[in-house]
């Protein structure tokens, strides 16, 4: 059985179904298609970013829980931070996607639960499960397929309910560098919803993904330390995040979201630019055009790329960075530097206070290949 839309979109996520939320708004007279396996309520993840007013109060219906102070902290030494104008947000990425979903339904979008097994270019055809879909328009937002021994960001955390309080909940812990330093680049990432109940994660940066039961083994060390006991593990969550520039075609079949660069290299951070991008390319397809824009600035990939470099190939500076990144700028600084707003002065700020020999020694590297 053969089926033709206007559109079609493979992949259910925050990339996909954005998207096709944006197309319903511009143009419902348009046949929009989404093409997902998995039910949204089985898609249960934290999704954090920095928020403003409006954002915080375009998404409250799926906002799990919100920070306006961070802390980084390495040996004796903890960088904390506040800011005035952007709070640390965490969604629930199942309820956000449900409140999305149900729009589409509500719009008379489809959505088809089945995986897809390939995709001919050629002719705009994707081979389902049961079916084939013809669409004038195919964006694929599917997360990219990891390269071997290339440089990732790898986690696995645990959200607990704690047997006694926390103190200082009010501080969400961005990274705890106070742990094992054998498999790469390792902290812990911690988000206090409650005076009783904390998600903690365990995330490395290397080009080798561990045990689950390593990072397990990790957090609960961590939890230990901090003198936290907990009665339940409430729910899981594991993830592997590529940090290397995403090659991509942008013409036939059109590639969205981290599958099409809109994650943030040097961080891992996906959800305010994987947003950004649907929203200019909704824009360009209002003006007919239907290639995807790119997120992230020249300048913002080849400064991503050179501090990654630096922090694989000089572990015993790696922590550090961080935390003398946290120290040459304010809260504010700090957010709109996460958020790609940072302006000249807190650029200059941040690397005025890197290791020069490690960034000049990669920046040659990176610009003349040697």
Same mark, same amino acid.
């Given at each position: 059985m053969s089926t033709n839309y206007d559109f079609a979109i =493979?992949?259910?996520?925050?990339?996909?179904?954005? !998207?096709?939320?944006?197309?319903?708004?511009?143009? %419902?007279?348009?046949?929009?298609?989404? =093409? +997902?396996?998995?039910?949204?309520? /089985?898609?249960?993840?934290?999704?954090?970013?920095? !928020? /403003?007013?409006?954002? !915080?109060?375009?998404?409250? $219906?799926?906002?799990?829980?919100?920070w306006d102070r961070w802390k980084i902290i390495h040996h004796?030494?903890?960088? !904390?931070?506040?800011?005035?104008?952007?709070?640390?947000?965490?969604?629930?990425?199942?309820?956000?996607?449900?409140?999305?979903?149900?729009? @589409?339904?509500?719009?008379? #979008?489809?959505?088809?639960? +089945?995986?897809?097994?390939? =995709?001919?270019?050629? %002719? /705009?055809?994707?081979i389902c499960d049961s079916r084939t879909i013809n669409a004038m328009h195919i964006y694929d937002s599917r997360p990219p397929k990891i390269k071997e021994n290339s440089l990732i960001q790898h986690f696995s955390g645990i959200e607990v309910e704690l047997s006694d309080g926390i103190k200082n909940h009010?501080? #969400?812990? @961005?990274?705890?560098?106070? #742990?094992?330093?054998? $498999?790469? @680049?390792?902290? =812990?990432?911690?988000l206090p919803f409650s005076s009783t109940r904390i998600f903690v994660e365990s995330t490395v940066i290397s080009k080798k993904v561990n045990e689950k039961s390593w990072y397990k083994e990790k957090i609960l060390q961590w939890l230990k330390d901090q003198n936290l006991k907990f009665d339940a593990i409430i729910s899981e969550e594991h993830g592997v995040i590529p940090q290397y520039t995403q090659e991509y075609n942008n013409t036939k079949i059109h590639q969205i979201g981290s599958r099409g660069g809109a994650t943030r290299l040097a961080s891992g951070y996906a959800f305010h630019n994987i947003n950004k991008q649907i929203d200019m390319l909704s824009k360009n397809i209002e003006n007919n055009e239907h290639r995807v824009p790119e997120v992230m600035s020249r300048f913002l990939i080849n400064m991503d790329t050179i501090f990654n470099a630096v922090i694989i190939n000089n572990p015993s500076y790696s922590a550090d960075i961080f935390i003398r990144m946290a120290k040459s700028i304010s809260g504010d600084q700090f957010a709109e530097f996460m958020l790609n707003k940072a302006n000249i002065n807190t650029w200059y700020k941040v690397v005025k206070n890197m290791p020069k020999t490690p960034f000049i020694k990669e920046s040659i590297k990176r610009f003349f290949g040697q």
């Open positions: =493979i992949g259910g996520g925050n990339a996909g179904l954005s !998207l096709a939320r944006n197309l319903t708004y511009s143009d %419902n007279s348009k046949k929009i298609i989404v =093409i +997902e396996p998995i039910e949204p309520i /089985n898609k249960q993840a934290n999704w954090c970013s920095w !928020l /403003n007013e409006a954002d !915080l109060i375009k998404h409250k $219906n799926s906002i799990k829980g919100v004796n030494e903890a960088i !904390l931070h506040q800011s005035s104008i952007y709070q640390y947000a965490c969604i629930d990425s199942s309820k956000y996607l449900i409140e999305i979903e149900q729009l @589409l339904l509500d719009g008379r #979008v489809e959505i088809a639960r +089945e995986g897809v097994q390939s =995709i001919i270019s050629e %002719n /705009n055809q994707i009010e501080f #969400v812990t @961005l990274m705890d560098f106070r #742990v094992d330093q054998k $498999n790469g @680049l390792h902290f =812990i990432y911690a």
